[in-house]
C-alpha cells in the first residue's frame, strides 16, 4: 500500500511565503511524474507544477515565477515553495505521484492541505 502525506500548510498574509512537502511511503519500486493540483470549493482540480524523475519541471502560467517545484528522489518527497502568495492562491493543494508498486503503476494522491492567503 502507498501512502502520500502532505504537510505545510496554513495561513498567510499576501506577498508571504510558505512551503509544502509531500512524502511517499509504502511498497514503492519506483516513482515517476510528481505534483501538486489545488482545487477552490466549485471548482475543477487544476494542476500547479509538476516534475519528473529526472528533474524537468512545469507551472500553470499564473505560478510561473513565483513558485518552485523540486523532489528529493532519495526521500520520496516532492516540495512546493510559494512566494509572493495572492489571496487567488487560495485552496486546497494536493500532492500526486505516478508509482509503481509490485501490483503495477498507479498515480497516487495525498489527502490535501489547506493554502489561505489573506491578510
Known amino acids: 500500500q502507498v501512502q502520500l502525506v502532505e504537510s505545510g500548510g496554513g495561513l498567510v498574509q499576501p506577498g508571504g511565503s510558505l512551503g509544502l512537502s509531500c512524502a511517499a511511503s509504502?511498497?514503492?519500486?519506483?516513482?515517476?511524474?510528481m505534483g501538486w493540483y489545488r482545487q477552490v470549493p466549485g471548482n475543477q482540480r487544476e494542476l500547479v507544477a509538476d516534475i519528473t524523475s529526472g528533474g524537468s519541471t512545469n507551472y500553470v502560467d499564473s505560478v510561473k515565477g513565483r513558485f518552485t517545484i523540486s523532489r528529493d528522489n532519495a526521500k520520496n518527497t516532492v516540495y512546493l515553495q510559494m512566494n509572493s502568495l495572492k489571496p487567488e492562491d487560495t485552496a486546497v493543494y494536493y500532492c500526486n505521484a505516478d508509482i509503481g508498486t509490485f501490483n503495477g503503476y498507479g498515480r497516487y494522491w495525498g489527502q490535501g492541505t489547506q493554502v489561505t492567503v489573506s491578510s
Open positions: 509504502g511498497s514503492i519500486l519506483s516513482i515517476h511524474a
